[in-house]
T-cell receptor, first 111, second 113 residues
Framework: KQEVTQIPAALSVPEGENLVLNCSFTDSAIYNLQWFRQDPGKGLTSLLLIQSSQREQTSGRLNASLDKSSGRSTLYIAASQPGDSATYLCAGGNQGGKLIFGQGTELSVKP | DAGVIQSPRHEVTEMGQEVTLRCKPISGHNSLFWYRQTMMRGLELLIYFNNNVPIDDSGMPEDRFSAKMPNASFSTLKIQPSEPRDSAVYFC???????????FGSGTRLTVV
């Protein structure tokens, strides 16, 4: 059974810092891994999707990596901004489409 | 595209009442998912459909919960009778083949008093 864990649960950084959010999963037979952003009281916005055959994906200041052998994914945010403050969720997917979510990392970027 | 549309945005109901949540997926998407989010348990998959057929309903907590997808453009999640512990945000998501990722709706915040 797939379990997804995110560390840390909360993170506070000053504006401009580069930061890394961590995600680990127990089942290496993962089909894909997706990172989402959730603002308070809002839905989830998809940030990056990494297929099992890929090692990383990049979008603007965001870079996500996937290491199936170690059961880990990271989300790297470069030059953080106050607008990046949100909860970041990773989710591991199987081939049938089922996504298992981590509990999220609540990020606060201070001006 | 208007994205995944959920209604209502907020629902307050009394214990014992029937609640129906609605979802319109993105046109052309062939998979639809219902999730529930609470502070204690995070995001939990309740049920998902592929080509309008329920594939996995193992996350549906009790027989009080039921979901239907009568056609490719509409799905409902029904709770009957509702209980205070059902209070949560319910999200619907759709995808076109899982390799393209999910799109989530804005959710329905359900409060059962």
């Amino acid at each position: 059974k797939q379990e997804v864990t995110q560390i840390p649960a909360a993170l506070s950084v000053p504006e401009g810092e580069n930061l890394v959010l961590n995600c680990s999963f127990t089942d290496s037979a993962i089909y894909n891994l997706q990172w989402f952003r959730q603002d308070p009281g809002k839905g989830l916005t998809s940030l990056l999707l990494i297929q099992s055959s890929q090692r990383e994906q990049t979008s603007g200041r965001l870079n996500a990596s996937l290491d199936k052998s170690s059961g880990r994914s990271t989300l790297y945010i470069a030059a953080s901004q106050p607008g990046d403050s949100a909860t970041y969720l990773c989710a591991g997917g199987n081939q049938g489409g089922k996504l298992i979510f981590g509990q999220g990392t609540e990020l606060s970027v201070k001006p | 595209d208007a994205g995944v549309i959920q209604s209502p945005r907020h629902e307050v109901t009394e214990m014992g009442q029937e609640v129906t949540l609605r979802c319109k997926p993105i046109s052309g998407h062939n998979s639809l998912f219902w999730y529930r989010q609470t502070m204690m348990r995070g995001l939990e998959l309740l049920i998902y459909f592929n080509n309008n057929v329920p594939i996995d309903d193992s996350g549906m907590p009790e027989d009080r919960f039921s979901a239907k997808m009568p056609n490719a453009s509409f799905s409902t999640l029904k709770i009957q009778p509702s209980e205070p512990r059902d209070s949560a945000v319910y999200f619907c998501a759709s995808s076109l083949e899982t390799q393209y990722g999910y799109t989530f709706g804005s959710g329905t915040r359900l409060t059962v008093v």
